[in-house]
């Protein structure tokens, strides 16, 4: 490809290549190789290009030879105005900082002349404050003059233009100058408060030592002081506030507090006022409401007869406060009757205490609304000390009424049919069925009878506790008609009578009320065919209370009384009749407060919580005989209805005696919650009996049932002079069920128990069994009646645990199929027992499959 490209296109692209630097077009041109012997002809033809184009710069330069001169010449003469702008700059500089200097020499002149100015106007203000100065000077001389001569008020007046002067010095009044004469005029004004002070004493004068005081309109000193102008003297320096306080100070101190305060030997201070002169007198024991307002009334009188309203007002208000407190302390609260006997003397009181209240609204007094007050809560601080004095005498009454001791009876009459223990045909049934080896006939029916018999008791042992509601029982006691006993609403949190910290197991209250029912007797296993024949049976039982009930009953009865008083025609329109509705809250609060307190008095009784339960009854007894009395008289009264008793009354003490009848069932079941939890520690001691027989732990379990049984004596003893027999009984019954419940547990949980064993653990059932001798009771025939399965929930069951602990597998299987041992215990038991007393055998299998066959019959 080389061969087709000339040296001339060769030199061709490559001058093209440096004038334009543009590249060759045609692609065999750029894509040839140039070769050695292209070389010459590429340099001559470059020779030739270069000097074609110093020809064209030559020709070039000829023709433009006159304008480039031109533009020489135009440079040049630029040259030499830049060269004369560069002088005239250096002129202006040189110019400019010779007119820095003439500016500075300016403005140091201009601050000499501000300087001077300055001076002369400090030197003008100078002079002026110099001026004033003297001015202040001489007003003070003329101030001292004046208070010489005994113008006090123009020495007062040219103080104040001292004061207004001060102002106007400015700066100025920071200078020795001015601090000298402010000192002068402190003393000048020391000196007039001196002398007002001398003349408001001449004035008002108050004689300690003497306990007197002088009230005078006039002095005479240098000239005649008037005591107007000296009360206007104090206002203009501002100090009558401040010797009104010192006069009420000094006043109170000498003779207010003197008449008003009552002195330990009960006696106050009389005062005598001749002409201008009120002085103490002598002691007196006129403590009487009437005569001390009389002294108040003249007091005010002395005091707005000789002073200027401009002081009486002001002292007014300083005094009242004083008077109103004491008097209402000393005199008013002690002047309340506590009885309805008092009452018009009080109202005659109120009476003179507004008179008083009117009269110094007159002389335009302020202060003496408060007893404008207290007479319109005369009334509600009435019915407040009624209920203080009432709170007061409790306290005063319990302490001592606890300690007397009373016997009451109650008489109830209850409706029972035949087959009730209580019957009077009862007795014969039950010796014909006290034979266990009867024939029970169907065990089905016998089974259901017996269940009954025991839910029975267990439901007496429950209300023991307060966890079933008491039955209504028709009855009449000494104190009340037919009632109807009800359980006992919770308390209210914020009652007095609440828990005290009592357990949560004793906040179910006990009332041994219904008497406890006999089993439903059979008669050769069928039960016994009789029509339930009611009948009515009294029934007295005599019980121990304090003589605090009664002593409440008596407040209660009085509160009544008052009511009916306040109500009368010569009473209704007193200041407190309005209070009379007031008294029925009394009642509660009396029965809060015996509930707070009883723990208190009763502490140091053996039997306090027994105590506090026939209380409780007693105190319940009495408080429905007053409704029921209440209700019938207040259908023949003359009061509104909604002041009668029977209307206000009854509707509390209703919900009180609810209360006060569980507070007492929660004393009753705390004290046996007590007594058991004391049975149980003693059977605690034997650890379940497991070798009772082995020395010397047989001893520790001799011990755990001797003094379980020796306990049980020891709380009837306690006991039986405090309730009545009903209860004493069912409570003992409580307490022996507790003990034959504990031991039944421990033997039934033994599981092997030696012959030994047996023989001990049969010793004590027998031990155990001599508790009925607390539930025998003699017959009016002379005989002895054992009533200890009617109250003791499971003597049956001990007595069977006795039989098969000494007896054998005949024995008990005679027992089971029978006898009633099935209704007692169950079949896990009876098989645990014969498990623990028999060694294996076939006899042993038989007769226990034999009494799980005939167990789910």
Same mark, same amino acid.
């Given at each position: 490809?080389?061969?087709?490209?000339?040296?001339?296109?060769?030199?061709?692209?490559?001058? @093209?290549?440096?004038?334009?630097?543009?590249?060759?077009?045609?692609?065999?041109?750029?894509? &040839?190789?140039? $070769?050695?012997? &292209?070389?010459?002809?590429?340099?001559?033809t470059v020779s030739k290009a270069r000097e074609d184009a110093r020809?064209?710069?030559?020709?070039?330069?000829?023709?433009?030879?006159?304008?480039?001169?031109?533009?020489?010449?135009?440079a040049r003469k630029l040259q030499v105005d830049i060269k004369r702008s560069q002088d005239t700059a250096k002129e202006i500089v040189q110019h400019a900082e010779e007119g820095k200097a003439n500016t500075s020499r300016v403005q140091d002149a201009a601050s000499k002349v501000g300087l001077l100015n300055n001076e002369i106007a400090y030197n003008e203000s100078l002079a002026q404050v110099i001026e004033q100065l003297r001015d202040i000077s001489m007003l003070l001389d003329s101030a001292q003059d004046a208070t010489v001569r005994g113008h006090v008020m123009y020495a007062i007046e040219r103080l104040e233009d001292v004061d207004g002067a001060f102002k106007s010095l400015g700066r100025f009044g920071n200078t020795r100058v001015a601090a000298v004469l402010k000192g002068k005029e402190a003393q000048m004004r020391r000196s007039i408060v001196d002398v007002l002070t001398e003349s408001w004493s001449g004035l008002l004068e108050v004689d300690a030592v003497n306990n007197k005081v002088s009230l005078k309109e006039t002095i005479e000193r240098q000239t005649t002081i008037e005591v107007n102008a000296v009360v206007e003297q104090l206002e203009k320096l501002g100090l009558l506030d401040k010797f009104v306080n010192q006069f009420n100070r000094d006043f109170d101190k000498t003779i207010l507090s003197r008449r008003l305060v009552i002195s330990q030997d009960q006696v106050v201070t009389a005062f005598d006022i001749q002409g201008d002169d009120l002085q103490l007198t002598r002691p007196v024991n006129d403590r009487s409401v009437k005569a001390t307002l009389e002294d108040i009334h003249r007091i005010a009188?002395?005091?707005?007869?000789?002073?200027? $309203? *401009?002081?009486?007002?002001?002292?007014?208000?300083?005094?009242? $406060?004083?008077?109103?407190? +004491?008097?209402?302390?000393?005199?008013?609260?002690?002047?309340?009757?506590?009885s309805t006997d008092g009452v018009q003397d009080f109202q005659e009181n109120l009476s003179y205490v507004l008179g008083l209240v009117e009269y110094l609204d007159e002389l335009g007094w302020t202060g003496q609304n408060q007893l404008s007050e207290w007479v319109d809560r005369s009334a509600e601080i009435w019915l407040a000390k009624q209920k203080e004095n009432a709170?007061?005498?409790?306290? =005063?009454?319990?302490?001592?009424?606890?300690?007397?001791?009373?016997?009451?009876?109650?008489?109830?009459?209850?409706?029972?049919?035949?087959?009730?223990?209580?019957?009077?045909?009862?007795?014969?049934?039950?010796?014909?069925?006290?034979?266990?080896?009867?024939?029970?006939?169907?065990?089905?029916?016998a089974k259901e009878d017996k269940t009954s018999a025991v839910q029975e008791v267990e439901e007496e042992d429950l209300s023991a506790w307060g966890l079933e509601e008491d039955e209504p029982v028709s009855n009449t006691t000494s104190e009340s008609?037919?009632?109807?006993?009800?359980?006992?609403?919770?308390?209210?949190?914020?009652?007095?009578? %609440?828990?005290?910290?009592?357990?949560?197991?004793?906040?179910?209250?006990?009332?041994? @009320?219904?008497?406890?029912?006999?089993?439903? *007797?059979?008669?050769? %296993?069928?039960?016994?065919?009789?029509?339930?024949?009611?009948?009515?049976?009294?029934? *007295?039982?005599?019980?121990?209370?304090?003589?605090?009930?009664?002593s409440i009953i008596e407040i209660i009865q009085q509160v009544i009384a008052d009511v009916q008083t306040l109500n009368k025609p010569e009473l209704v329109k007193s200041a407190i009749s309005?209070?009379?509705?007031?008294?029925?809250?009394?009642?509660?609060? !009396?029965?809060?407060?015996?509930?707070?307190?009883?723990?208190?008095?009763?502490?140091?009784?053996? &039997?306090?919580?027994?105590?506090?339960?026939?209380?409780?009854?007693?105190?319940?007894? +009495? !408080?429905?005989?007053?409704?029921?009395?209440?209700?019938?008289?207040?259908?023949?009264?003359? !009061?509104?209805?909604l002041l009668q008793p029977s209307h206000r009354l009854a509707p509390k003490l209703e919900a009180d005696i609810r209360t006060i009848d569980g507070f007492g069932r929660r004393a009753y079941g705390k004290e046996m919650e007590s007594q058991r939890q004391i049975i149980r520690d003693h059977l605690e001691d034997a @650890?379940?009996? @497991?070798?009772?027989?082995?020395?010397?732990?047989? =001893?520790?379990?001799?011990?755990?049932?001797?003094?379980?049984?020796? +306990?049980?004596?020891?709380?009837?003893?306690?006991?039986?002079?405090?309730?009545?027999?009903?209860?004493?009984?069912?409570?003992?019954?409580?307490?022996?069920?507790?003990?034959?419940?504990?031991?039944?547990?421990d033997v039934l949980d033994m599981s092997d128990i030696a012959e030994d064993e047996s023989r001990k653990l049969h010793s004590y059932c027998m031990s155990l069994g001599t508790l009925n001798q607390h539930f025998q009771i003699q017959e009016e025939t002379g005989e002895i009646r054992d009533t200890s399965s009617l109250y003791i929930q499971n003597w049956f069951r001990l007595q069977y645990l006795g039989e098969i602990l000494d007896g054998s597998l005949a024995d008990i299987k005679f027992m089971w199929n029978d006898s009633e041992l099935k209704l007692e215990m169950g079949a896990d038991e009876v098989v645990g027992l014969i498990e623990a007393l028999f060694a294996p055998s076939d006899l042993r299998r038989r007769a226990i499959a034999d009494i799980r066959r005939t167990s789910m019959q």
């Amino acid at each position: 490809m080389s061969s087709k490209v000339s040296h001339k296109q060769f030199g061709d692209a490559i001058l @093209q290549s440096a004038e334009h630097g543009s590249f060759p077009q045609d692609g065999d041109v750029a894509s &040839a190789t140039v $070769p050695s012997s &292209a070389l010459p002809e590429l340099l001559e033809t470059v020779s030739k290009a270069r000097e074609d184009a110093r020809d064209e710069v030559r020709k070039v330069s000829r023709d433009a030879a006159s304008d480039v001169d031109e533009w020489i010449s135009q440079a040049r003469k630029l040259q030499v105005d830049i060269k004369r702008s560069q002088d005239t700059a250096k002129e202006i500089v040189q110019h400019a900082e010779e007119g820095k200097a003439n500016t500075s020499r300016v403005q140091d002149a201009a601050s000499k002349v501000g300087l001077l100015n300055n001076e002369i106007a400090y030197n003008e203000s100078l002079a002026q404050v110099i001026e004033q100065l003297r001015d202040i000077s001489m007003l003070l001389d003329s101030a001292q003059d004046a208070t010489v001569r005994g113008h006090v008020m123009y020495a007062i007046e040219r103080l104040e233009d001292v004061d207004g002067a001060f102002k106007s010095l400015g700066r100025f009044g920071n200078t020795r100058v001015a601090a000298v004469l402010k000192g002068k005029e402190a003393q000048m004004r020391r000196s007039i408060v001196d002398v007002l002070t001398e003349s408001w004493s001449g004035l008002l004068e108050v004689d300690a030592v003497n306990n007197k005081v002088s009230l005078k309109e006039t002095i005479e000193r240098q000239t005649t002081i008037e005591v107007n102008a000296v009360v206007e003297q104090l206002e203009k320096l501002g100090l009558l506030d401040k010797f009104v306080n010192q006069f009420n100070r000094d006043f109170d101190k000498t003779i207010l507090s003197r008449r008003l305060v009552i002195s330990q030997d009960q006696v106050v201070t009389a005062f005598d006022i001749q002409g201008d002169d009120l002085q103490l007198t002598r002691p007196v024991n006129d403590r009487s409401v009437k005569a001390t307002l009389e002294d108040i009334h003249r007091i005010a009188e002395y005091l707005s007869t000789r002073l200027p $309203p *401009r002081i009486t007002l002001p002292l007014s208000a300083k005094l009242m $406060p004083i008077i109103v407190s +004491r008097l209402i302390k000393e005199y008013l609260l002690p002047a309340v009757p506590t009885s309805t006997d008092g009452v018009q003397d009080f109202q005659e009181n109120l009476s003179y205490v507004l008179g008083l209240v009117e009269y110094l609204d007159e002389l335009g007094w302020t202060g003496q609304n408060q007893l404008s007050e207290w007479v319109d809560r005369s009334a509600e601080i009435w019915l407040a000390k009624q209920k203080e004095n009432a709170i007061a005498k409790v306290q =005063t009454l319990f302490p001592k009424q606890v300690k007397i001791k009373k016997n009451v009876e109650r008489v109830e009459t209850q409706v029972i049919t035949k087959g009730d223990a209580l019957h009077p045909a009862q007795d014969v049934q039950d010796e014909q069925d006290n034979d266990w080896g009867a024939d029970w006939g169907e065990e089905d029916e016998a089974k259901e009878d017996k269940t009954s018999a025991v839910q029975e008791v267990e439901e007496e042992d429950l209300s023991a506790w307060g966890l079933e509601e008491d039955e209504p029982v028709s009855n009449t006691t000494s104190e009340s008609k037919a009632r109807e006993k009800e359980p006992a609403d919770e308390e209210d949190a914020e009652d007095w009578g %609440g828990d005290w910290g009592e357990d949560e197991d004793a906040k179910s209250a006990p009332s041994p @009320q219904a008497h406890t029912k006999s089993p439903p *007797r059979k008669t050769n %296993g069928q039960p016994a065919q009789q029509q339930p024949t009611e009948q009515h049976v009294t029934l *007295r039982e005599t019980y121990t209370v304090t003589a605090i009930p009664d002593s409440i009953i008596e407040i209660i009865q009085q509160v009544i009384a008052d009511v009916q008083t306040l109500n009368k025609p010569e009473l209704v329109k007193s200041a407190i009749s309005p209070a009379s509705g007031g008294l029925f809250a009394i009642p509660s609060l !009396l029965l809060a407060m015996y509930r707070a307190t009883a723990p208190l008095h009763y502490s140091s009784d053996v &039997a306090a919580n027994m105590l506090v339960y026939n209380d409780c009854e007693r105190l319940s007894d +009495r !408080l429905r005989t007053l409704i029921q009395e209440q209700a019938d008289k207040d259908q023949a009264s003359t !009061l509104p209805r909604l002041l009668q008793p029977s209307h206000r009354l009854a509707p509390k003490l209703e919900a009180d005696i609810r209360t006060i009848d569980g507070f007492g069932r929660r004393a009753y079941g705390k004290e046996m919650e007590s007594q058991r939890q004391i049975i149980r520690d003693h059977l605690e001691d034997a @650890q379940g009996f @497991q070798g009772c027989t082995n020395v010397p732990f047989a =001893t520790v379990c001799d011990d755990a049932i001797a003094t379980t049984i020796d +306990r049980i004596g020891d709380v009837k003893r306690q006991w039986q002079n405090i309730v009545s027999q009903r209860v004493l009984v069912q409570s003992l019954g409580s307490l022996v069920s507790t003990a034959f419940t504990k031991f039944i547990n421990d033997v039934l949980d033994m599981s092997d128990i030696a012959e030994d064993e047996s023989r001990k653990l049969h010793s004590y059932c027998m031990s155990l069994g001599t508790l009925n001798q607390h539930f025998q009771i003699q017959e009016e025939t002379g005989e002895i009646r054992d009533t200890s399965s009617l109250y003791i929930q499971n003597w049956f069951r001990l007595q069977y645990l006795g039989e098969i602990l000494d007896g054998s597998l005949a024995d008990i299987k005679f027992m089971w199929n029978d006898s009633e041992l099935k209704l007692e215990m169950g079949a896990d038991e009876v098989v645990g027992l014969i498990e623990a007393l028999f060694a294996p055998s076939d006899l042993r299998r038989r007769a226990i499959a034999d009494i799980r066959r005939t167990s789910m019959q």
